[in-house]
């Protein structure tokens, strides 16, 4: 295979299929006709000598082959980004850009800090915070659409890195006149007959609660269920209510509104992590490598860090 066969333009069609699933959706979003799209693909199929897409019903699905071919398209695409934007460094028209993806939890307070702090240092990076689940942020991440990822884990992930790892403490909030915020710590059962408010289930800390309950043999039905971090914890301050969360991500709201955080003890409460990730073998702008250690500095520096991981 030569590399004159990978035409630009091929590729980028190619890799939008990808994306997309169909020739109709990447059609509409390239602007361009399916037929177009169709026939830069048979010609790169017909140069590599591969079949890329397996055509079904269901959409077109990249054989491995094609797998192969999106994640080399990826990188090179990534590459060119990162060389533009450190030209343009050099030549005073732009000082770079950090992508971040995040769950919910991390946007409320944690990492408008984080990047404020940053910012201070270094005014003219700018940032993109896009707020979604693990999965989207780790599919986004392989994808290119991303710089970094900060999410909760249970298991490694494919093609990722972690750049920056904690095992995370599950704490519950409440007001601090509630009848358990005295207590030094509460084992889960111990939430059961109080207003209790929820994540939904597709995010990570609820599938986590829900496991260790199922493993303890317990059943606890919250009152209030969201995919709102924020709606949450406006929910302890008018409901008087209890919400589970992670001690990072709240902390600072906490400290804001004068509410109590109770941690939750359990050997079933260790099993998930705070992770800081990358595409693995990707190398970074440098924007985003200077965040990385600003980062990883404020929180080896933090002494509720220290608090945690002791």
């Given at each position: 295979?030569?590399?004159?066969?990978?035409?630009?333009?091929?590729?980028r069609?190619?890799?939008?299929?990808?994306?997309?699933?169909?020739?109709?959706?990447?059609?509409?979003?390239?602007?361009?006709?399916?037929?177009?799209?169709?026939?830069?693909?048979?010609?790169?199929?017909?140069?590599?000598?591969e079949?890329?897409?397996e055509?079904?019903k269901?959409?077109?699905?990249?054989?491995?082959?094609?797998?192969l071919?999106?994640a080399?398209?990826?990188?090179?695409?990534?590459?060119?980004?990162?060389?533009?934007?450190?030209?343009?460094?050099?030549?005073g028209?732009?000082?770079?850009e950090?992508?971040?993806?995040?769950?919910?939890?991390?946007?409320?307070?944690?990492?408008p800090?984080?990047?404020?702090?940053?910012?201070r240092h270094?005014?003219?990076?700018h940032?993109?915070?896009?707020v979604?689940?693990?999965e989207?942020?780790?599919?986004?991440l392989?994808?290119?659409e991303?710089?970094?990822?900060?999410t909760?884990s249970?298991?490694?992930?494919?093609?990722?890195?972690?750049?920056w790892?904690?095992?995370?403490?599950?704490?519950?909030?409440?007001?601090?006149?509630?009848?358990?915020?005295k207590?030094?710590?509460?084992?889960?059962?111990?939430?059961?007959g109080?207003?209790?408010?929820?994540?939904?289930?597709?995010?990570?800390?609820?599938?986590l609660?829900?496991?260790c309950?199922?493993?303890?043999?317990?059943?606890i039905?919250?009152?209030?269920v969201?995919?709102?971090?924020?709606?949450?914890?406006?929910?302890?301050?008018?409901?008087?209510?209890?919400?589970?969360?992670?001690?990072?991500?709240?902390?600072?709201?906490?400290?804001a509104?004068?509410?109590?955080?109770v941690?939750?003890?359990?050997?079933?409460?260790?099993?998930?992590?705070?992770?800081l990730n990358?595409?693995?073998?990707r190398?970074?702008?440098?924007?985003?490598?200077?965040?990385?250690?600003?980062?990883?500095?404020?929180?080896?520096?933090?002494?509720?860090?220290?608090?945690?991981?002791?």
């Amino acid at each position: 295979m030569k590399a004159r066969h990978l035409q630009e333009n091929s590729v980028r069609y190619f890799l939008e299929v990808v994306r997309c699933g169909s020739l109709s959706l990447a059609a509409q979003k390239l602007n361009v006709a399916a037929s177009a799209i169709s026939r830069q693909i048979s010609g790169l199929e017909d140069r590599l000598g591969e079949t890329l897409f397996e055509r079904r019903k269901e959409g077109m699905i990249p054989t491995a082959a094609g797998e192969l071919l999106a994640a080399w398209a990826i990188r090179t695409q990534l590459e060119s980004e990162k060389v533009l934007h450190e030209l343009a460094e050099l030549n005073g028209l732009r000082k770079g850009e950090v992508r971040i993806d995040s769950s919910a939890g991390f946007s409320v307070d944690f990492l408008p800090m984080m990047i404020a702090s940053f910012r201070r240092h270094y005014p003219n990076i700018h940032f993109r915070l896009h707020v979604t689940h693990a999965e989207e942020v780790v599919r986004r991440l392989r994808e290119g659409e991303s710089d970094l990822g900060l999410t909760f884990s249970q298991i490694p992930e494919e093609n990722i890195h972690v750049a920056w790892r904690l095992q995370s403490r599950l704490v519950a909030v409440m007001p601090p006149d509630h009848v358990l915020a005295k207590r030094s710590g509460l084992q889960l059962s111990q939430l059961s007959g109080y207003p209790l408010g929820l994540p939904e289930r597709p995010i990570m800390l609820r599938r986590l609660f829900d496991a260790c309950c199922s493993r303890l043999g317990i059943s606890i039905s919250p009152v209030f269920v969201t995919n709102s971090i924020s709606a949450l914890l406006a929910f302890v301050r008018y409901e008087q209510g209890v919400v589970v969360a992670s001690e990072m991500t709240v902390r600072e709201y906490i400290r804001a509104h004068n509410l109590c955080a109770v941690p939750l003890v359990g050997q079933d409460l260790h099993g998930i992590n705070i992770e800081l990730n990358t595409l693995a073998g990707r190398s970074l702008p440098k924007a985003v490598t200077a965040f990385i250690d600003h980062f990883i500095r404020e929180m080896d520096a933090s002494p509720f860090i220290s608090a945690v991981t002791s």
